[in-house]
Nanobody
Framework: VQLQASGGGLVQPGGSLKVSCAAS????????MGWYRQAPGKQREWVAT???????NYADSVKGRFTISRDNAVNTVYLQMNSLKPEDTAVYYC?????????WGQGTLVTVSS
């Protein structure tokens, strides 16, 4: 399975951005999909996950500002990011957990700066 992340870019503080992750295979039966991020000089951290039943969970740092969603028809997971802060600057990676295996995308860079 290949995961292709896209949609990153430069955005001003307080702005919004939506990143996408397209899977090369069907995600209809995939139990968990999610987003992680890695800021410069820091470890990768969990951001949000969404289950097959669309149950969502968020890190405290993004709760109320980010929304994860999935569209099984086009095998894509999204992360809508609002009220962005400079500390949200990171490479965002999508993840898929399926039948005991973690799959990772290549990452997309999000830079929040004025």
């Amino acid at each position: 399975v290949q995961l292709q992340a896209s949609g990153g870019g430069l955005v001003q503080p307080g702005g919004s951005l939506k990143v996408s992750c397209a899977a090369s295979e069907s995600i209809f039966r995939v139990n968990v999909m999610g987003w992680y991020r890695q800021a410069p000089g820091k470890q990768r951290e969990w951001v949000a996950t969404i289950g097959r039943d669309s149950y969502t969970n968020y890190a405290d740092s993004v709760k109320g500002r980010f929304t994860i969603s999935r569209d099984n028809a086009v095998n894509t997971v999204y992360l809508q990011m609002n009220s962005l802060k400079p500390e949200d600057t990171a490479v965002y990676y999508c993840m898929m957990y399926d039948r005991g295996i973690n799959y990772w995308g290549q990452g997309t860079l999000v830079t929040v700066s004025s």
